[in-house]
Structure formats: C-alpha cells, structure tokens
C-alpha cells in the first residue's frame, strides 16, 4: 500500500491507482527491472535544494538530474542535490528515499523532466522500497501542479 498520506490524497481526489509489489530494490533502475518495466517508465525522485528550499526533482530512472536546468527552470539563484539528513524526517511515513512525487503534500514545490509527460502514466515509489504505484500522468499533472521543463542532462 502506498503511505497511508498519498493514499487518501488519491482516494479523495478520485484517481485510479495500481500498486505493484516488487522485491526489494533501492535504485530507480533495479526497480524497473523488478517491476518488470522498462526504466524510462519509471519515476525516480531526487531531493534538491533550491536557494535553500527543498524541492523535488522528477525524473525518468535511467536519467541524471540537471542541476543547471533545474535552476533555470526554478529561476532560483543557487541549486544542490540535497543531503539525505536534510530530508529524512521530511517523510515520516516513507522509507528513506523512496517518497513519492507528491511534494504537494509536504509543501515542496515539484520540477518534472518533460520526457515523462510523453507517457500515458506514471509509476513511482510509494513510500517503501517492495512497491510502486502507477496512475494517469494527465492526474499527477492535475494533482501535484508541477514545473515541467528538460532537467536532465544530455545523453
């Protein structure tokens, strides 16, 4: 189950979800792979720090954030990948590093690589490291308001 936070987020809004139980796996990647889903249709979240706010980067799992890009596209002076101490207790209901892409519901803004809005849905962590949910990217979009934009450096 996703955390008990996002699941009655998307009950209350009225968006049809799936979970996918997987083996445990830390790495966006490996998730894929257990999942059994290619890479580029899984959402990895990557904790910034944006002129000293954090924020949530969201992109494809095989794909590194932009640092540059995302300051751009946040038109904020200064970005950094945040340290995992400055995040941990952000999500008292997630795994560590495995929060969902939901910053709306911690009070962080949202950036999202534009090669995710190709799809027509999006999987990501649900707050543990055995489980993903998938729903309508059109209903993350609708949701979460996020600042869709290229943050992810050139292959």
Aim: glycine fraction near 6%.
């Amino acid at each position: 189950m996703p955390t008990r936070k996002l699941e009655r987020f998307l009950d209350e809004n009225h968006v049809k979800y799936v979970t996918l139980s997987h083996s445990q796996a830390f790495t966006a990647q490996e998730i894929a792979a257990a999942a059994h889903l290619p890479g580029r249709e899984v959402a990895k979240t990557v904790m910034v720090e944006l002129d000293g706010e954090l924020a949530m980067a969201v992109v494809p799992a095989p794909r590194q954030v932009d640092l540059e890009a995302v300051r751009e596209l946040a038109d904020a002076d200064r970005a950094d990948l945040a340290d995992e101490s400055e995040f941990e207790t952000a999500f008292p209901e997630c795994e560590s590093g495995a929060m969902p892409p939901f910053g709306n519901l911690w009070g962080m803004q949202v950036y999202v690589d534009e090669a995710l809005t190709r799809d027509e849905q999006i999987s990501f962590n649900g707050g543990s490291h055995t489980e993903l949910v998938q729903i309508p990217y059109e209903e993350f979009e609708r949701l979460v308001h996020p600042r869709v934009g290229g943050i992810t450096a050139a292959d």
